[in-house]
């Protein structure tokens, strides 16, 4: 019996040994830069040269809290690596093809899980950029490795804290983000309540450092607006019960605004609904998702919110830069998913990965590692007027989110649906 | 393999080695080309802190016979206690001549393990009363509350003394007069020296009038107070001892990721902890490194071959794989490896003929 | 060994002293939660709106520490996989309503919710055969341990199962997504609130009848009275532990069932509801039915009152110093006379 189960347990760690057996994971020669051979006599069709594989690090949060983003995340990765795997990589200013691999990991949604992994693949597996960080917390962990190993990173999650140092207030180097922050959020919303005149509002968030960022925003935009919240409370994302309903109703706000993401928000919103039915009721971007109509039902109807143009695609005006780009995305991502819903954490992975390939197009070939990733963050400080799912983006030295808010559209739940509220509508 | 002193013997020139490839990098090899991506700096250094924790859980747990599901709260404690008085010591009225000198983070550093003890021993006198089940669940109670309290910043957000959710960044480095503390190299050496330190310590304490007083109390304490050892005194001594072991360990930690956030220091990681020592073995001080290294080790692994087995699917299944190797681990391993390793080898002994002595 | 507290001996000793303290501080929380509900301007009625709100959560963590108290009676064990269960409950019943036969609503949900029970019921059974029998004579600790390492691979399971994404089960009485609230003056309770107190009572009536009245039931208590001698009497403990665990699943999942409504599962929701469902069961001493009983319903409300006056973010830490305090004041929590010896 007892040979039965060390042999079970020699067993187990064979096969894990196996799989481990070859030697470092890397499918492809290492960055040594294989040119085709240069002084060739003139030929009537030159052969297509193929320079080397151009890493970039994947990091997102598959499992753990933050999962329900980072595997939309994790989806568009994958699609976008079938994608280049189609074109056969992509082709740098001196017509050098590269092959373009994106590794991908997942970071569980710990910070010591992030900068491990984030180490590994700067180390070991000589990326040239890391499109790394669905949330908040790993992704400030990783921003002090990415610095010091001078390697660019662009992260998917929005705490301003990522891309601005707090106490110099400058940007960080090494580090970019396409993700819309909360305070684009605020000032949207505070625009939205400003024109249908309302001056007091309850602001209630989720406990975590998400939701506490939506009210700190909120803090910041809402007074200068003429809009003072009478109250703010948090309630944990697995509560069942909102006594916080009870001082809402107390406080005589004529609004709520809920800083959340489904299913919390929705519940949230289902609460308020019971207590007060004729309450107007205004999302954070992070509930722009159908999970907030699923899990919200009728009590959503009627609540509005700040969006990425992606969610309302089709109803953007056909003179509107991103629509199209939007609709490919949309249709691509359904059709590589069979199926899934759209979600904006799907568009800040696929902006982020269209900067790091288009900051890569800029690479001529023969560079050394070290230069290619200075070359990469040059770019990348220098991409204008490029289109993403959330709207134009125009980074520079300055700015490493080159968003602007008015790139945010206020989006109206009617029959179970988004559909676009433009300012004209607002009453 | 009579004296654990052995293992000093095989471990300290293992470690050194291992410190000098990745400094000198000798034709370009690392610790991870060597091993096949398998293991990579980086986890050594953290096996090295967790080992200074196991140390003194191993002693509380295996020894003493104390549960605490709250270890990593003593480690968070050390971790913050560290982040807060150099990244906040402008906003708390300390003088940048002190702040900024290298020796400040040092002394903050033990200044820390020795505040989070004295408040360990405060709290054990009460807490240790209990028993068993009791114990482990006033230990968890602990925990959540530190990692709550750390969280909601302290209750006094206008302060912003722990960063909240976010927690703090930008903690420096540990520097020895001129010399800098980094390269991740040099602090794996300063990593390892302490956790050696704690091996020896612990098997000193373990070897000592101490050590016999624990295996007393752990067997009867009723008996142990019979013969004259003061139960609670030296239940709350031990306590204090595994908590300041894990406060200076997480003062190290904050200094290598040099970002503190209070979700790594939550109930989850009080787990790991406790499994990290059952795994190497709770009764037994260099249960502590393997331990450390073995689950740190599966979780590496997992994260980077798994997709090689089964590709497309990451994340879920290594959740899973964790969770059945636990499982195998605790079925036919129970004592942990460091015991049945040894059993392993005795058995071979015995079975050519000698005598097996009494265990 | 248990430390009672009796009134006449120890009341001016040391500990008396101490225990004092203790219920002082308790008594002072208590006072301190009036205080801060009064800064808002609350009265009765918004108390007693917390108070009932707090009892439909409280309900919930007494459904899951009967699990734990059932399970740690028969075998000693304290299973972390217990939020597993109640995670599983209505994550199947949620999927197997999507498929959308038979076409019946209310049918669709009754047949989802009792397949989802068996199913729950034998993963307690096969968990129970497959990773606790073979370790029965290890350590408590190696076999809570190995709880920990079944409850990961049921969360990756229902992970890679159903992504992260929350599922959606309609309210009981209305068969839709929308609950209807029964006002009654100020005072608003949402149906589901009364199918989850009519889950509890039904459960409560159930174990009692069956641990009270069947063969069976009392060959159970037997082991959980005193192993050997249940052994020696010719009762097969081993198939008790089975049935214990697979009891205990069956709670968790209906808990999370009844609770589904009300919330939206994810595969998530199992680590918070076990953990807070363990310390009612600790409040009633880990072996009392009714004790466990009264923790959760005690906890629920307690939590749900100090998150409604203060901010919410501090709800959690309210729940954990009750616990301590608990411990500290009272080992036994509720469970009176009935406290066994522990099994350390």
């Not at chain 1, 933050?66 to 074109?87: C, D, H, T």
């Not at chain 1, 509560?239 to 489904?262: D, L």
């Not at chain 3, 740690?72 to 498929?99: D, H, K």
Request: aromatic share 8%; with cysteine; glycine share 12%.
């Amino acid at each position: 019996m007892g040979r039965l189960r060390i042999g079970s347990v020699v067993a187990l760690v064979a096969v894990l040994l196996a799989a481990c057996a070859a030697p470092t994971p890397t499918p492809a020669p290492p960055a040594a830069t294989p040119t085709v051979a240069p002084a060739a006599p003139p030929t009537p069709t030159p052969a297509p040269k193929v320079g080397s594989p151009y890493k970039i690090g994947f990091i997102a949060s598959i499992t753990g809290p933050g999962a329900s983003l980072g595997i939309p995340e994790r989806n568009v990765a994958q699609m976008v690596q079938e994608q280049l795997k189609a074109q056969g990589g992509i082709v740098g200013p001196d017509g050098v093809r590269h092959e373009v691999q994106i590794l991908i990991f997942d970071d569980e949604s710990k910070n010591d899980t992030a900068a491990s992994v984030a180490r590994r693949l700067i180390e070991q597996e000589g990326v040239v950029v890391l499109v790394a960080g669905t949330l908040s917390g790993p992704s400030l962990a990783m921003v002090p490795i990415a610095t010091e190993a001078k390697v660019p990173m662009i992260s998917m999650a929005s705490a301003r804290a990522i891309i601005e140092d707090p106490e110099t207030k400058k940007m960080r180097e090494w580090i970019f983000k396409p993700v819309p922050e909360n305070l684009h959020s605020a000032q949207m919303q505070a625009d939205y309540l400003k024109a249908v005149g309302i001056t007091k509002v309850c602001h209630l968030y989720e406990n975590t450092a998400y939701g506490q960022d939506t009210f700190a925003s909120a803090q910041a935009v809402f007074p200068q607006a003429g809009i003072e919240i009478v109250y703010g409370d948090a309630f944990e994302r697995t509560a069942t019960e909102f006594p916080q309903v009870e001082k809402v109703k107390a406080s005589g706000c004529q609004a709520v605004v809920i800083g959340s993401i489904p299913p919390a928000s929705a519940l949230v919103n289902v609460a308020v609904r019971d207590a007060l039915p004729e309450i107007r009721i205004v999302h954070g971007h992070g509930s722009c998702s159908p999970d907030l109509v699923k899990n919200a039902g009728a009590a959503a109807e009627g609540t509005v919110m700040p969006c990425g143009k992606i969610l309302v695609a089709d109803q953007l005006p056909d003179t509107d830069p991103v629509k199209q780009l939007n609709l490919d995305f949309v249709k691509a991502y359904q059709d590589f998913t069979k199926g899934e819903p759209i979600s904006t954490f799907a568009g800040h992975a696929y902006d982020a990965l269209q900067w790091a390939i288009a900051a890569l197009k800029t690479l001529p070939d023969g560079l050394s590692l070290a230069e290619q990733r200075a070359k990469v963050r040059e770019a990348l400080e220098g991409l204008r007027n490029l289109p993403g799912t959330h709207g134009i983006f125009n980074l520079s030295p300055d700015d490493h989110l080159g968003f602007n808010y008015t790139d945010f559209v206020m989006v109206v739940v009617k029959d179970g649906k988004f559909q676009l509220l433009p300012r004209d509508q607002w009453k | 393999m009579r004296s654990p002193w052995v293992g000093f013997v095989i471990g300290v020139p293992l470690i050194l080695a291992i410190g000098l490839l990745e400094a000198w990098r000798p034709f370009d090899l690392s610790l991870s080309t060597l091993t096949g991506g398998f293991l990579t700096l980086d986890t050594m250094i953290r096996a090295g802190l967790f080992t200074i924790v196991l140390v003194g859980l191993n002693l509380l747990m295996g020894y003493a016979g104390q549960i605490s599901l709250g270890q990593a709260a003593f480690y968070g404690m050390g971790a913050f206690f560290s982040a807060i008085l150099t990244v906040r010591a402008r906003a708390l009225g300390i003088p940048p001549g002190l702040a900024e000198g290298w020796a400040w983070p040092w002394l903050v550093m033990f200044s820390g393990a020795f505040l989070v003890g004295l408040l360990a021993y405060g709290i054990g006198r009460p807490i240790l009363r209990l028993r068993g089940h009791y114990l482990a669940m006033a230990t968890l109670g602990l925990g959540v509350v530190v990692y709550i309290l750390l969280r909601e910043n302290l209750g006094l957000p206008h302060l912003n003394l722990t960063g909240g959710f976010d927690g703090l960044q930008g903690i420096p480095r540990l520097r020895l007069g001129s010399l800098t503390l980094w390269p991740a190299w040099r602090y794996y050496f300063l990593v390892w020296l302490f956790a050696f330190g704690a091996i020896a310590l612990g098997l000193n304490v373990v070897r000592s009038r101490v050590g016999r007083a624990l295996r007393a109390i752990h067997g009867s304490e009723m008996a142990a107070e019979s013969v004259g050892v003061e139960v609670p005194h030296y239940k709350a001594r031990i306590f204090a001892l595994s908590a300041g072991m894990a406060a200076l360990a997480g003062s190290l930690y904050a200094h290598f990721q040099t970002t503190v956030i209070p979700a790594t220091f939550g109930f989850g990681p009080s787990l790991e902890l406790v499994v990290m020592s059952a795994v190497g073995g709770m009764a037994s001080i260099w249960g502590a490194p393997f331990g450390a290294l073995t689950v740190l080790l599966v979780q590496e692994v997992l994260r980077t071959q798994l997709r090689r087995l089964i590709p497309g699917a990451l994340g879920e299944l290594e959740l899973i794989a964790f969770g059945a190797i636990l499982v195998l681990i605790m079925l036919f391993m129970p004592e942990g490896l460091i015991v049945w390793g040894l059993r392993r080898l005795r058995g071979r002994r015995m079975a050519r003929g000698t005598i097996p002595a009494g265990r | 060994m248990v430390r009672g507290w009796r009134w006449g001996e120890r009341a001016w000793t040391k500990e008396g002293a101490w225990r004092g303290g203790v219920a002082l501080a308790a008594l002072g929380m208590l006072a301190l939660l009036v205080l801060l509900g009064r800064r808002h301007g609350f009265g009765a009625p918004e108390y007693l709106q917390f108070l009932l709100d707090g009892l439909r959560g409280g309900s919930i963590y007494a459904l899951v520490a009967l699990g734990f108290v059932l399970v740690y009676r028969v075998t000693g064990v304290i299973n972390f996989a217990q939020g597993a269960f109640v995670m599983l409950g209505p994550m199947l019943t949620a999927s197997f309503y999507e498929r959308g036969w038979p076409p019946t609503p209310g049918l669709r949900l009754a047949l989802a919710a009792l397949l989802s029970i068996g199913i729950v019921a034998g993963i307690g059974v096969a968990v129970e055969r497959w990773a606790l029998y073979p370790a029965r004579r290890a350590s408590p600790l190696t076999r809570i341990i190995i709880t920990v390492g079944v409850y990961l691979i049921l969360e990756g399971a229902a992970l890679l199962l159903w992504g992260p994404y929350a599922k959606v089960i309609p309210s009981f009485t209305t068969l839709s997504l929308a609950d209807p609230t029964l006002r009654f003056g100020a005072l608003r309770i949402k149906a589901q609130s009364l199918w989850i107190w009519g889950a509890l009572g039904v459960s409560l009536l159930a174990l009692a009848l069956f641990f009270g009245r069947t063969t069976l039931g009392k060959a159970m208590r037997a082991c959980a009275v005193n192993r050997l001698a249940a052994q020696l009497m010719g009762i097969r403990v081993d198939a008790m532990s089975t049935l214990a665990f697979g009891l205990a699943a069956a709670l968790g999942a209906m808990a999370g069932i009844v609770l589904g409504p009300a919330t939206r599962p994810t595969y998530e929701m199992g680590l918070e509801l076990g953990l807070k469902g363990f310390v009612a069961a600790i409040m009633g001493g880990l072996v009392s039915f009714p004790g466990a009983v009264l923790g959760g319903l005690l906890l629920g409300a307690l939590e749900n009152l100090w998150a409604g006056v203060t901010v919410a973010g501090f709800k959690d830490l309210f729940a954990f110093i009750i616990l301590i305090l608990v411990l500290l004041i009272h080992p036994q929590g509720f469970a009176g006379s009935e406290a066994e010896v522990e099994r350390a």
